[in-house]
Nanobody
Framework: QVHLVESGGGLVQAGGSLTLRCAASGGDLSRYSMAWFRQAPGKEREFVASISWVDESTYYGESVKGRCTISRDNAKNTLDLKMNRVRPQDTAVYYC???????????????WGQGTQVTVFS
């Protein structure tokens, strides 16, 4: 059973940066693709970014492309999301997910964290 814990959320001013981290335990994460999703109040869950376990290729959602970088450290079992030039529209709960495929379909992910709140103020 894979257990995921997100951290790094909080209040950030528009235009600033922050890094979210997901710490994983309970499995060999080097064999899993990993991703970030987010959900704002009253909205559906939205894909943010993913990284493949095969070749560490990355994939980004249109709303964050060019502003975010996803990375992983298999030795430490961690997944990071660096966000730059944040906007009020980035306000959401951010979730880490793990699955066998790097995809923007949330149904393809088997394990999820509890989420970390990010609030961007202008």
């Amino acid at each position: 059973q894979v257990h995921l814990v997100e951290s790094g959320g909080g209040l950030v001013q528009a235009g600033g940066s922050l890094t979210l981290r997901c710490a994983a335990s309970g499995g060999d994460l080097s064999r899993y693709s990993m991703a970030w999703f987010r959900q704002a109040p009253g909205k559906e869950r939205e894909f943010v970014a993913s990284i493949s376990w095969v070749d560490e290729s990355t994939y980004y959602g249109e709303s964050v492309k060019g502003r975010c970088t996803i990375s992983r450290d298999n030795a430490k079992n961690t997944l990071d999301l660096k966000m730059n030039r944040v906007r009020p529209q980035d306000t959401a709960v951010y979730y880490c997910a793990v699955g066998s495929t790097s995809t923007d379909y949330d149904d393809e992910y088997d394990y999820w964290g509890q989420g970390t709140q990010v609030t961007v103020f202008s």
